[in-house]
């Protein structure tokens, strides 16, 4: 089963442990993205995922490239093409400090990419299931372009298309808001990934659950989930990841999902010592693809993509270095860190 | 608005991460010094800030001062003259093992210093308020009249006074005990800032409250500081920290205030998570000169401090690395965590 | 008072801080082993502890045993023989997340060591104790021989023997079970050290108690120590260790003993960020050795083992580098990690 | 006396020691550029050096601006606009391996800049002297009318000008060739320091030496130098550093000037243990601008500037760590590399 | 064009920098072996290249095929067998102190391999060429009989086999001497590579250079060159590595080569700091291999060989990590070292 | 054969790689001082060496006198005692920049020491030689007299004493010249160590080598070697060490002797890529103490310490970590630095 992925790459550089930037003259430096850090959890459970993205003809991106291809994800789809590769800064918080992030991503090439950058019919070959986020349309206008394209030639060619909503304040910056074009965008989707605040701002849907407090009222997510079903007949299901955020070391998370039929929640895992939120709500994604191209119900696909992520919190990088056997363990019932001599 | 410091500027080596000493042969190398992390403070919130003290003219001390001009602060009143450079090493501690400390501060060119070491009426020029802790009386005979001298010359040119007494049992070596030096050199303090150690040690004022149980009866704090203003009239405010140490790794802090009038209480915040306790206090007492000076108010003024010195746990290094902004936001409810993109 | 302890001393490759194998191309490389572990301690307390093991002669194994000497073990019972030097590589856990040992013991110079390659004649005289543990008898037919000389010897000797269980499900591979083995050696044995998984797996003796739900009953504990000393006669003693695991960061810690007359359960230690695990059962051992020889009652006995084994979960690497008197503190109730200047 | 340079500040993100990129996840991460690189220097020396620039208002670049604030470079002229922070990544080569530089530099705020975007009459009041290189044009044509505007400022100001021409070939993207833009540029200097191929690539005129074979002729590096004085007239100092390049670890260096009376070539020092070579022309700057200022012949002015650049052959990083007096035990003849204890 | 190669892989332990062993607790830990390292040669150079071993289906092992997938190589015909991870401890020597390597590759999976573990027949299908070195040989008699089994085949199916003597005294233990099966190996085997220890300990061929001088007569190996030719008229080529060790750090490198008509000796390179020398004489045959396969004559593809040697001193790990075209342009004469930007 | 040093034991705080100081947030911190860095050399060698020394009783000299006793030195005769424990700060220099020591050790516990702090007449008993250098006089006279009383005592028990000079001129400030000390030391001494400038400056005998010229002439040298032992009868031997400094980087080494009849010159190493050359004296003192008692004639035992010491120059730390085998490869004229393996 052939799952592709579309999105950009970038470089993540990091201030050394939980150090504020700058404070040793060094970064960590790895390489992530929304979409790419699906591909490779895909990868991880021994899915065929394929990450396609456009990228600089240079030494630091053959550099994420050869990582990418080391992880099993097919690179064959990345076009070389003008602009740059994309940064984010990162520093990581702990307790009441939260993490920071510091965006670069203006020009890069697949902020300068067009629908013509890629040639859809060649790419969806075989394909089983395509995968985006709101990360792209946010980039530019033909980003933008460039993803509503891409729906629409999955859809044609009879693709599943998973949209994570992934709402970014910082980026939309080209003069759009993110629900002028997410709109017209996700009635190409079949299944909807998203947290409050991505429905309220990219689909303009809202529920009453305060983000900020902490708890969570799970029943109003039922709504949220309903509402975005009736005003989108074509999604098919909808999966709401529940992030109660105590601190930055501390959070809470689970998840619900609707197939127009059920709404189930997911069992809720306490994370008190994290070590890198970064990437968290993609590998729910990575996680819920495989799920429900794997489990014949979506309860499971669900508990699947939410020990997944749990996992991720106790993961350095953008990736989601886990298998499919680690994550089972866990969904299992196994959370009690015993040493696995 | 100039605010002064005086007082010691050591070198911090510590051990790598969590380790013991010489587990790896490395030490983090970094400068610090109560005195000297209040005016970074003020710096990094925007003040005008001046750290005065006396060090070697080596390359090492070339560093510490090359790193505060960086911060911001104003460097020319420190006085190149003979003696070492304090040292201090430092283990951090976690869970039930705490952190540790071996001082090798004797002979240090502050201990050395006198009171003619400094011309206080030009360090003093445009000063609003200047800034001691009770660690320079513990260091020397010389260093206690220095510090007296500095408190009568800072009242006579009508600067405020602010002293942490900050009493440490393993200084106070040269014969004097601490209440004998302290006692005279509060008579010249505006703002006291304490513990409840602190003030039985360094002012022979108790309160019954036990510091090893954790927890913590705030009526008690009441009587403490309504005897401190009661016993030094000149004393027109005193902040007592209250740290609830469950282990190293957990703490509960919060402070309360009281201006002859008012005893106000500060939210407590519970930090689960410490990666550097040193330096904590020292994080409060630059916050709380900020907010006198920029609050009309002694609550919003402690709130600031508290939520200041809250986010210092949570940085590494003695110096609090964290913006106005940041503290405020603390300060105004968000303790979330969630990542600031 | 000289307490000889008899093992493998392994090469220790654990991944960087808590990341997963190879995200960076290094190694934190220390060494350590159950029984060295434990010999370590017992210097660390001021003891005269021997370690005895086989090791090749080449670089590595002379650094291992340059360790051993400069933390103040006697390494003069240590024999070069053909054979490897046992590594184990491992995998710091966090949160759900738990630690991963994979062990590379195959052809070690202890595992083919025989009873012949020791002298034990010469390695008992003056001897107080002798401490093994369940892991070498696991690791083959020759190394479970040399263990059974090898208590043989001490009671003829008139040492006391003390064992911790340690049953490894992935060592024993050369054809034997371990209750098969172990049963025999544990007629030899005055003090047995285990936890539930090991009494069950090495004697074949159950209680009912579920290791994996964290909540523990100690009632049942004690009826599994009875039925030890009852089947067991020569055992005068057993320690059994407990554990609840609510995940990889995040262990409550007591223990229980009985001696044929008193069953008495510990003091409970709550250990919420612990920073490594591996070496905790070892430290309690060498705790108990110690308090056995050093209290006249086995209460403080057990109540220094387990402050000692709960400090261990705040020291990095499989050596428990602490004092002494830095349980001792902990064991008279400090656990607050206030900062020792 | 008051110098100002002119000119991008840049991330440096170099590989470790002299790995290719990527062999670990990590940068070390500095900062630096040409003419930040003069400032440092001269700052080092004890002058009054202010380095402007614009760059945009985030984390990243207000480190930079800390560092350079606390090496003693003024910054007040620093503004603060849209764009991003230029980047450069760097891999170190030795023996036959060069050393790599990738730029990330396009959409800089400094290649963003125009004319209006400083005040040149304030930022040239009280200097005496203010240097640019043949980097800043080669950006943008914004940043070439700014370079323009700046050189015509200063002028006018009575403040000498320097400029390093230092030609990139894999900059100069928008448009026109470097001798369009530099030929007029240089009209309005007063020092010129280049290197052959600078003064080929940037103002057309060549010699006959062939970089690429080692072995310089210097006679012929005498017809170029008075080549550019008769062409230019307005300049009345040639500086012309000679690299003579064994391997990317073993050069030779040394300098020749020429005032239109006298061409002096300096002592040779050959290093065969480069530790980094990026910043060495700049550094070569730094020195020559001191050196005229400080010395009253242009003998001791180059052979400041030449041992001040060869020193920065073993100092890593951009920036040229030195003092004065160090640089003068080299230029006066101690190049032992005995213990200075 | 397909290529083979079939040996061990291994864990490579390194001390950090030049430190001696455990001067610091830690490993830079990489993979290599002479035939991957062959193999990840041509892959960075853009060639087919398949890595044939066995090894233990374990994560230490796993990273090591993850890493071999992202540099390009074909992993699909690794097996995963009984057997150990081989380890090489490596410790990095300057001017007179040698490197020094310590083994612990007994019991690996490779060695531990017979005929049976491989199907030569699929492994060849398409292959043009087939790599092998005199390393796996020296394991055991079953990699002995492996090796000769798969030249063996290699032969039957028409794939030109190249072979490295590469003569490790220190290995072949298993009670045969190298020559005794070297000699019947070198039957199947088109093109030799060796150096002059190697013909002589490997096919009991002798010339009167003297390898420790470190000045060589090349006259001498081209009547080596000869008599293997005359010995083994299968051998269609040989190429001989001359390197003269004029300390650890610096060796003058160069070779010669000969195919029964012309005996072509190199250009010599001069390498003065050497990064790391493992992994060279690999480096040599994996451009040797390129160069025969993409020049027209013996005399351009010896000089690719030589030049991409040459680098590989200046890489550090056993992979060399450069591109053809780097290669081609120290070949075409820029060994200057300048700044690629 | 028992040796015996006493001196300083120092914590060495370098920073990292070839930094300069603080370019990093980090020391490399190890131990060391002239007469432990001759204590380690024995035992390395496999003789019984004693380090005595005063010591402050802290974690910091404790994990110090660890390191030895693992390195197999005797460190029983190590007195706690009143002071701080010394430092010295180091930054290495390569090519043209020298190494830089910053000292801090003033108020060490060995400047504080008398010779009432030692039982000389027990640290001698069974001892056959005794070895101190120029620096402990240096520190204060209390550790002039304790110098003094040492040589006195050893010579009274018949205990062979050796000396290195060791002038260092930025100690000898507690107000007596290093020669009126030093003259009067000498005449306890029966074997000394020096190289001219510490004749000169220490005894106050010249030669007319000019040592910053780095060309020696050895004749010059016999004529001082001749003096010395003219002026002082009791003195039988005198080493003489020729250092010829062309960088940093870059020294040629060698040795003379001279015993009253033959004046010996030893064989001279070029080193072309100096590691560390602190602590190379030492290893030339050490090396010569075990050749005098090892071999039968000078020239060998001045062959093996020249040897020993041209090691050192690639060791990192103060300490020679190389076996007495290393030495004599090296010595026996393998310098090749080919891979161990």
Redesign the interface.
């Known amino acids: 089963m052939k799952i592709v992925t579309l999105g950009e790459l970038m470089l993540r550089?990091k201030s050394p442990?939980?150090?504020?930037?700058?404070?040793?003259?060094?970064?960590?430096?790895?390489f992530g993205g929304g979409e790419a850090n699906v591909a490779v959890s895909l990868a991880n459970y021994g899915m065929d995922a394929k990450f396609v993205t456009a990228l600089p003809d240079?030494?630091?991106a053959q550099?994420a490239e050869?990582?990418?291809?080391?992880?099993?994800v097919d690179i064959s789809g990345i076009k070389h093409t003008e602009g740059?590769?994309g940064?984010y800064?990162l520093?990581s918080?702990?307790?009441?400090?939260?993490?920071?992030?510091?965006?670069?991503r203006?020009?890069s090439s697949i902020a300068l990419a067009t629908p013509e950058t890629f040639d859809f019919k060649e790419i969806f070959i075989d394909a089983q299931w395509f995968h985006i986020t709101g990360i792209t349309p946010a980039l530019s206008q033909s980003a933008a372009d460039l993803t509503l394209a891409a729906v629409k030639a999955a859809k044609e060619m009879g693709v599943t298309v998973s949209m994570d909503l992934n709402f970014?304040?910082?980026l939309w910056k080209y003069g759009k808001k993110a629900s002028e074009v997410m709109c017209e965008v996700v009635k190409f989707v079949d299944v909807v990934i998203a947290n409050e605040e991505d429905c309220q701002k990219s689909l303009g849907i809202e529920c009453g659950s305060e983000v900020?407090s902490?708890e969570l009222d799970t029943a109003k997510y039922e709504t949220l989930a309903k509402t975005v079903l009736a005003t989108y007949p074509n999604v098919s299901k909808i999966a709401i990841t529940l992030r109660e955020?105590?601190?930055?070391?501390?959070n809470d998370w689970s998840a619900c999902i609707y197939d127009g039929e059920e709404f189930y929640v997911s069992k809720k895992?306490e994370?008190?010592?994290?070590?890198d939120?970064?990437g968290g709500g993609d590998s729910f994604g990575g996680g819920l693809i495989y799920g429900l191209l794997n489990y014949d119900n979506q309860r499971d696909a669900l508990e699947f993509a939410v020990a997944a992520s749990?996992?991720k919190?106790?993961?350095?990088?953008d990736y989601n270095?886990?298998t499919a056997d680690?994550v089972k363990s866990?969904m299992g019932?196994?959370?009690?860190?015993?040493?696995?001599?």
């Open positions: 550089l442990g939980l150090e504020r930037f700058f404070q040793s003259p060094s970064f960590e430096a790895t240079n030494a630091i550099a050869r990582e990418l291809r080391g992880l099993g740059r590769m940064i800064y520093e918080g702990t307790n009441q400090r939260p993490s920071k992030v510091v965006y670069d203006s020009y970014r304040k910082n900020e902490g955020s105590k601190s930055a070391t501390h895992y994370i008190k010592n994290i070590l939120r970064v749990c996992l919190h106790s993961i350095s990088g270095r886990v680690e866990l019932g196994d959370g009690s860190g015993r040493v696995q001599r």
